[in-house]
């Protein structure tokens, strides 16, 4: 329009020249000065928006929850004028239904604790992040190492992992060689042998008084997960060559099903004749109880760092108890089983963005900010656990030699307990046919055969076989 006007004006001027004599244009006096041009008023800057960045954590220290609010959430909420930073803590009682409501309603927290196996649960229903969090963006991705897989879903990375808690077998050195033993079983064999020679009996009360293993769960000795890493160790596939379709009628399946047979017969007896548990005691089962000074009663535990022996005495020394306590991977069954590997199941805790959120970027910042390198190590400090990044395994890590061997093993044996379809339907089936194996009411082939008959079903239900 501005460049139409110009056009008529000129072409008007140029008619007036040609018409007649031209009018003289007024020059302005000497000395004159000219009226100020108006300038555009100072455009009015607008109130942040106000932001409430809901997290949602599980069953963390009152140390953890104190430093995320004391450090990470005012800083971040300075450096983004009208955020809030809301922190709701949780328990992992009833967690699936709390989290499948929030997905199915389509409204609940931004960033959520998940566990090591549920990107195949609800993957589907977290936002893609690599846009905020890819190489790209990100670059201290790379950082993060085998415990990333958790934390990824389809390819695509749905968070970031908190920390690694493998399970190992942690063994009285002291114990074991009291009872002719001196180093960790090899092989399956051994495993049973082993059982069979450091589990003892009062004959008064007809209960345990020493147990050789706990594995997981010290009662029934047929945890699902104890299963999973037995069978992985043996280098079993959890689904066949589709990928989807489940692999309990395996050979691995079938030996590592009699192999937790025979370790609950070795240390109870037969079903029909099975003796007492072993009697609770306070702290660790392959510790000292701190009341009584007597031995809990076990002599070795498959589990991760939670349920050993705390890795610090008050005054933060290392617990003199690791002293007499070997650290190692589960074997396998090589004789057996040539494919069999050293195995440390590896539990990763994350943190996933709701797919829902409206504050994905803000989620992906606040990520940022509270895993970097120094505040991986610091939050896994409070906890006694190996920091999820590579980078930040220094510092408490390297300087308690309990948990440099962790994390050494970790490093070197860790496998992920991760990518498994539906895998609250899976261990509801798994638990209640290893349940009935060790009370005698089902025979090993008819747990096989169930599993794989029930669970081929429930991945069918979800779609998931088609």
């Given at each position: 329009?501005?460049?139409?006007?110009i056009?008529?004006?000129?072409?008007?001027?140029?008619l007036l020249v040609?018409c007649g004599?031209a009018?003289?244009?007024?020059?302005?006096a000497p000395g004159?000065?000219?009226a100020?041009?108006?300038?555009?008023a100072?455009?009015?800057t607008?109130a942040p928006?106000?932001?409430?960045?809901?997290i949602?954590?599980?069953?963390?220290?009152a140390?953890?929850?104190?430093?995320l609010?004391?450090?990470?959430?005012?800083?971040f909420?300075?450096?983004?004028?009208?955020v809030?930073v809301q922190?709701?803590?949780?328990?992992?009682?009833?967690?699936?239904?709390?989290?499948?409501?929030?997905?199915t309603?389509g409204?609940?927290?931004?960033?959520?604790n998940?566990g090591?196996e549920?990107?195949?649960?609800?993957?589907d229903?977290?936002?893609d992040m690599?846009?905020?969090?890819g190489?790209?963006?990100y670059?201290?991705?790379?950082?993060?190492?085998?415990?990333?897989?958790?934390?990824?879903?389809?390819?695509?990375?749905?968070?970031?992992?908190i920390f690694t808690?493998?399970?190992?077998?942690f063994?009285?050195?002291?114990?074991?060689?009291?009872g002719?033993w001196?180093a960790?079983?090899?092989?399956?064999?051994?495993?049973t042998?082993?059982?069979?020679?450091?589990?003892k009996?009062d004959?008064?009360?007809n209960?345990?008084?020493?147990?050789?293993?706990v594995p997981?769960d010290a009662?029934?000795?047929?945890d699902?997960?104890w299963?999973?890493?037995?069978?992985?160790?043996?280098?079993?596939?959890l689904?066949?060559?589709?990928?989807?379709?489940?692999?309990?009628?395996?050979?691995e399946?079938?030996?590592?099903?009699?192999?937790i047979?025979d370790m609950?017969?070795?240390?109870?007896?037969?079903?029909?004749?099975?003796?007492?548990?072993?009697p609770?005691g306070?702290?660790?089962?392959?510790?000292?109880?701190?009341?009584t000074?007597?031995?809990?009663?076990?002599?070795?535990?498959?589990?991760?760092?939670?349920?050993?022996?705390?890795?610090?005495?008050a005054?933060?020394?290392?617990?003199?108890?690791?002293?007499?306590?070997?650290?190692?991977?589960f074997?396998?069954?090589?004789?057996?089983?040539?494919?069999?590997?050293p195995?440390?199941?590896?539990?990763?805790d994350?943190?996933?963005?709701?797919?829902?959120?409206?504050?994905q970027?803000?989620?992906?910042?606040?990520?940022?900010?509270?895993?970097?390198?120094?505040?991986n190590?610091?939050w896994?400090?409070?906890m006694g656990?190996i920091p999820?990044?590579?980078?930040?395994q220094?510092?408490?890590?390297?300087?308690n030699?309990?948990?440099?061997?962790?994390?050494?093993l970790?490093?070197?044996?860790?496998?992920?307990f991760?990518d498994?379809y539906?895998?609250?339907?899976?261990?509801?089936i798994?638990?209640?046919?290893l349940?009935?194996?060790?009370t005698?009411?089902l025979?090993?082939?008819?747990?096989?055969a169930?599993?794989?008959t029930?669970?081929t079903?429930a991945?069918?239900?979800?779609g998931?076989?088609?």
């Amino acid at each position: 329009m501005r460049s139409k006007i110009i056009a008529l004006f000129v072409i008007g001027a140029v008619l007036l020249v040609s018409c007649g004599t031209a009018t003289p244009v007024a020059t302005t006096a000497p000395g004159a000065t000219t009226a100020p041009v108006a300038t555009t008023a100072p455009v009015a800057t607008t109130a942040p928006v106000a932001t409430t960045l809901k997290i949602y954590l599980l069953d963390y220290t009152a140390d953890t929850i104190a430093w995320l609010k004391s450090d990470i959430n005012p800083a971040f909420e300075a450096a983004h004028p009208g955020v809030t930073v809301q922190i709701t803590e949780g328990t992992w009682s009833g967690w699936a239904t709390t989290f499948a409501s929030w997905f199915t309603v389509g409204s609940g927290p931004d960033i959520i604790n998940l566990g090591s196996e549920m990107n195949s649960m609800f993957g589907d229903s977290l936002a893609d992040m690599t846009q905020y969090l890819g190489k790209a963006a990100y670059p201290d991705i790379a950082n993060f190492g085998p415990s990333l897989d958790n934390a990824t879903w389809k390819g695509k990375i749905r968070g970031l992992p908190i920390f690694t808690a493998p399970r190992y077998s942690f063994c009285r050195t002291d114990l074991m060689t009291a009872g002719g033993w001196n180093a960790q079983p090899q092989n399956f064999a051994d495993w049973t042998k082993f059982a069979k020679d450091l589990s003892k009996i009062d004959p008064v009360t007809n209960s345990l008084t020493q147990q050789a293993l706990v594995p997981v769960d010290a009662g029934s000795m047929a945890d699902w997960q104890w299963w999973l890493l037995v069978y992985w160790s043996l280098n079993g596939q959890l689904y066949k060559t589709d990928g989807v379709t489940p692999n309990f009628d395996s050979a691995e399946a079938k030996a590592t099903t009699q192999f937790i047979s025979d370790m609950r017969i070795a240390t109870y007896g037969p079903a029909t004749k099975a003796v007492g548990a072993l009697p609770a005691g306070k702290g660790s089962v392959i510790d000292v109880n701190p009341d009584t000074g007597k031995e809990n009663g076990a002599v070795c535990l498959e589990h991760s760092g939670w349920a050993a022996p705390a890795l610090t005495l008050a005054d933060k020394s290392p617990n003199p108890i690791y002293n007499k306590i070997s650290i190692e991977p589960f074997q396998g069954d090589k004789a057996n089983f040539p494919n069999s590997k050293p195995v440390v199941l590896a539990f990763n805790d994350w943190l996933g963005v709701a797919q829902y959120s409206q504050n994905q970027a803000l989620a992906a910042d606040w990520l940022k900010a509270a895993f970097t390198k120094e505040a991986n190590n610091k939050w896994n400090e409070t906890m006694g656990l190996i920091p999820s990044r590579n980078d930040a395994q220094y510092g408490f890590v390297v300087d308690n030699p309990a948990l440099k061997r962790e994390a050494e093993l970790a490093s070197q044996y860790g496998v992920g307990f991760a990518d498994i379809y539906d895998s609250a339907k899976l261990s509801t089936i798994m638990q209640e046919k290893l349940g009935k194996l060790v009370t005698g009411e089902l025979s090993v082939d008819e747990v096989l055969a169930q599993i794989q008959t029930e669970y081929t079903q429930a991945l069918k239900d979800d779609g998931v076989i088609k």
